[in-house]
């Protein structure tokens, strides 16, 4: 009897473990999905709308998940973790006008970014390389 208590005992604690890893694997994964959703739901908006340019954008939809970026691209480039531009990192470009960072928008895990263009006036999903100064990309949750 002793050895069947000491079993199940074990078989608990090792669920228990288990679990508390998936769930903050989970969290990490469900924040940047998360923001990717949300980043979705902004497709066709005007451009600069709710103050949705460029960084605003970015930090209005990380904002609806807890995180709260400044509200300038260089500034967010300083902000997180770098990353290989998975689902929900926030992506960066140096455009060339001799500013630095100058644009940022949000991966998808596909090869593009949503972002707030200027070119299109609209919140829109552009293949990652068709914007010009890829500078890199950061997790920031």
Do not use: K
């Not at 998936?22 to 709308?49: C, K, M, N, R």
């Not at 500034?75 to 998975?86: C, E, H, K, V």
């Not at 895990?109 to 010009?132: A, C, L, Q, R």
Request: with cysteine; charged share 10%; proline share 5%.
């Amino acid at each position: 009897m002793r050895r069947c208590v000491v079993t199940l005992l074990c078989c608990a604690l090792l669920s228990a473990v288990s679990l508390a890893v998936s769930s903050e694997e989970a969290f990490a994964y469900d924040t940047g999905q998360a923001a990717l959703d949300e980043a979705y739901s902004w497709i066709g908006t005007p451009y600069g709308a709710y103050g949705a340019d460029c960084s605003g954008f970015t930090q209005i939809v990380y904002g609806d998940q807890g995180v709260y970026l400044p509200d300038d691209p260089a500034a967010q480039w300083s902000f997180g973790t770098p990353s290989s531009a998975n689902a929900g990192d926030l992506v960066f470009y140096d455009e060339g006008w001799g500013y630095g960072i100058s644009h940022v928008g949000i991966a998808t895990g596909y090869g593009t970014i949503i972002h707030s263009s200027t070119y299109f006036g609209i919140v829109t999903e552009t293949p990652m390389y068709d914007i010009p100064g890829y500078v890199g990309s950061v997790d920031p949750s």
